[in-house]
């Protein structure tokens, strides 16, 4: 089974207008940690947001939030007032066990985000 | 955070040859990944590389082809051997950072090409 699955192989956006972006995750281990990273044309991977599945709240990260479910094992990044430069690929990523052990990050198929005018 | 610099950024090399990736960062890190990224794919774990012993390859990955070193805390080098064209990729090497949460941070990647 996929540990990572993100269904929307791509997505198109408005400028300024929200959106956001599904990822749903597969573990019985009870600490992990979930990742969002940009990766645009350029390839580079930009850290994004990190959620702890021990963390109370939502992290928040300026116009990035993580919807994170933890009943449903879900946990959706949510953009607001999209730009033009937030056109990319989005991968979601997770982290099993304790947190303070790294461990490897186990990717999703990633999420061709457009923005548009 | 950490600054973490690859280098080369990217590369076109002939196939049979050996392309030799530096990942550099401004501070010292416990862990230190190399990933893979095929066109069009996601990121793929190659191996963990161990400051001061031998990196921990994951499954369909080798030492042979994908040789790694890690002599200190900052700085890690990934080969890969005898390159086809199959090992035209993105790679890209991760840190690890303790901060308020645990946080991965990755280089800026190296394209290789094999031709």
């Known amino acids: 089974a996929q540990k990572i699955t993100q269904t929307q192989p791509g997505m198109f956006v408005q400028e300024k207008e929200a959106v956001t972006l599904d990822c749903t995750y597969d573990t019985s281990d009870p600490s992990y940690g979930l990742f969002w990273y940009k990766q645009p044309s350029s390839g580079e991977m930009i850290f994004l947001i990190y959620?702890?599945?021990?963390?109370?709240q939502n992290a928040t990260e300026g116009r990035y939030s993580l919807n994170f479910q933890k009943a449903r094992k879900s946990a959706n990044l949510v953009i607001s007032a999209s730009q033009l430069g937030d056109s990319a690929m989005y991968f979601c990523?997770?982290?099993?066990?304790?947190?303070?052990?790294?461990?490897?990050?186990?990717f999703g198929t990633g999420t061709r985000l457009q923005v548009t005018l | 955070s950490a600054v973490i610099s690859q280098k080369p950024s990217r590369d076109i090399c002939q196939r049979g040859t050996s392309l030799t990736i530096q990942c550099q960062v401004d501070s010292q890190v416990t862990m230190m990944f190399w990933y893979r990224q095929q066109p069009g794919q996601s990121l793929t774990l190659i191996a963990t590389a161990n400051q001061g012993s031998e990196a921990t390859y994951e499954s369909g990955f080798v030492i042979d082809k994908f040789p790694i070193s890690r002599p200190n805390l900052t700085f890690s080098t990934l080969t890969v051997s005898n390159m086809s064209p199959e090992d035209s990729s993105i790679y890209l090497c991760?840190?690890?950072?303790?901060?308020?949460?645990?946080?991965?941070?990755f280089g800026q990647g190296t394209r290789l090409t094999v031709v």
């Open positions: 991760s840190v690890e950072i303790r901060g308020g949460g645990t946080e991965a941070f």
């Open positions: 990523a997770m982290r099993e066990g304790d947190t303070g052990t790294a461990s490897k990050l186990t």
């Open positions: 959620q702890g599945s021990y963390d109370q």
